[in-house]
């Protein structure tokens, strides 16, 4: 191609800043934080294509828009270890709580439940788009179950291989590790050697096993254990889902947990935790029912429960547990979505039973709760049942990032969780400002460089030119969950701006309707 000698003679005296290569946005004046766990400082952040390119003082470039960040927080977007979006992504695909919330990345898949074809799934994600990125594991309870149904028994040696297939294959289409569910049917009927082979299978392709251990509660000790010896045996990292210690009895309990991790660690194994920062939890009712009973599947449950000698042994295994927690009744537990009868959520079980004319006492409200589970597949509940203590001494912990647990929600449907919207928020509000907890910037480092070295994601997580520019800006002094139980649809407030991918998606902390999310396969 020639130029005219007039054209170049201009390009000639175009004044230094036009020639220089522009960029997309700058961000001006603000606090950075860089995810690296070290002191903040002043500065400037210019992006460019999608990229951060440049880091300093008073940038001169020019940029197509501006962001004054004075007086506010810079940092990298936040990055959501443990969520279930699964189902939500094309109902809401600007996943509005999580934006609100700082988070600018997820890790699907987790609890062992995720999509059984990966590429189809990542391929589905891209042409979708979503506001945020994606990235997912391959769930274990999934493999199972599309090759051995919901049999309660060891797999076959040739039924083990085409799992194993299955996880190789997932892992090669871009699953960045395997989960484990394993108080859920089918993942509960599986032996530690079924879940160390396939967790090998996701060793080889450079995986992270993820657990949902098998226990919480009077078994966490043996759980943590059987987590770190499967790491130790595939020989990969180990992330322990919302790490907590459950019910009265076992309070007190996270310092004994804590130190089996810690042990780990002195050992050579890359073992962490994940946290959500309220003191109660968010499954399902079906938990509350002996695990052996939905051997076969739900037909197989409902055959069962017209059995009278095998539902009064149901009943009778139900009211046990709820002794050896030291409950009198099943009012810690609350209802977050019941489809049959949308009047039942924000209710306890112990309320819905009054409701139904039943005697509150505890083998009528196990009643109530077998009607409930055999009406629907899936009642999702929130059950009190944590310490402020052991949360706390959790959050103290250095290996040990926060998370969700939650899925994209639908505004105004149900009675979800709050820790659906306000999870990270909640974090920086409450426990680093008002509470000191932990530092600013320690409590940054766990929702960012950690929880992107934990799962291979190695354009995020920091603020160095070449990275991803996924950016989050806040307010220090008003960040704060607005979610509550009795209220949950609320979004977090004081983050100002959120950029995905160098796109701002939160502008003055309004979602700009961007979707600029890419899908982030096993690198």
Known sequence: MRFSPTLLLALTFLPPTLLAQSLDVLIKNGRIIDGTGNSWFYGDVGIKDGKIKTIGKQIQEEARQIIDAKGLVVTPGFIDVHAHIEGAEAVTPTA??????????????????????????????????????????????????????????????????????????????????????????????????????????????????????????DDVAEAVNEAISIGREANMPVEISHFKVTYKPN????????????????????????????????????????????????????????????????????TNNLKKKKLKSFDYALVARYAPDTTYNGKTISQINLLKGRKAKA???????????????????????????????IMQYPFNMFASDAGIARFGAGMPHPRAYGTNARVLGRYVRDQKVIRLEEAIRRMTSLPAQKFNLRDRGLLLPGMAADLVIFDEATVSDAAEFAQPHAYSVGFKYVLVNGALTVDEGKHTGVRNGSTLKKQ
């Open 363 to 393: 083998s009528d409200e196990v009643e109530t709760i077998l009607d409930m589970v055999t009406a629907t597949n899936r009642t999702q509940m929130v059950y009190f049942s944590m310490d402020e203590k052991d949360l706390v001494r």
């Open 96 to 217: 509005d709580n999580f934006i609100y919330d700082g988070v600018t990345t997820v890790v699907t898949g987790n609890c062992g439940g995720s999509n059984l074809d990966m590429g189809r799934y990542f391929a589905q994600m891209d042409s979708l788009k979503t506001s945020i990125n994606i990235a997912s594991l391959i769930g274990h309870n999934t493999v199972r179950r599309a090759v051995m149904g919901e049999a309660q028994r060891d797999p076959t040696p040739a039924e083990l291989v085409q799992m194993e297939a299955l996880v190789e294959k997932a892992m090669r289409e871009g699953a960045v590790g395997i989960s484990t569910g394993l108080i859920y049917v089918p993942g509960t009927y599986s032996k530690t050697p079924e879940v160390l082979a396939l967790s090998k299978a996701a060793a080889r392709q450079g995986g992270t096993y993820a657990s949902h251990i098998r226990d919480e509660g």
């Open 251 to 318: 309070w007190g309990r996270s310092a004994e947990t804590l130190a089996l991790v810690e042990k780990a660690r002195r050992e050579g194994l890359d073992v962490t935790v994940d946290q959500y920062p309220y003191v109660a939890s968010s499954t399902t009712l079906d938990t509350t029912v002996p695990t052996w009973a939905f051997s076969g599947g739900r037909d197989s449950l409902h055959a069962r429960l017209s059995d009278p000698a095998i539902r009064q042994q149901i009943k009778k295994e139900m």
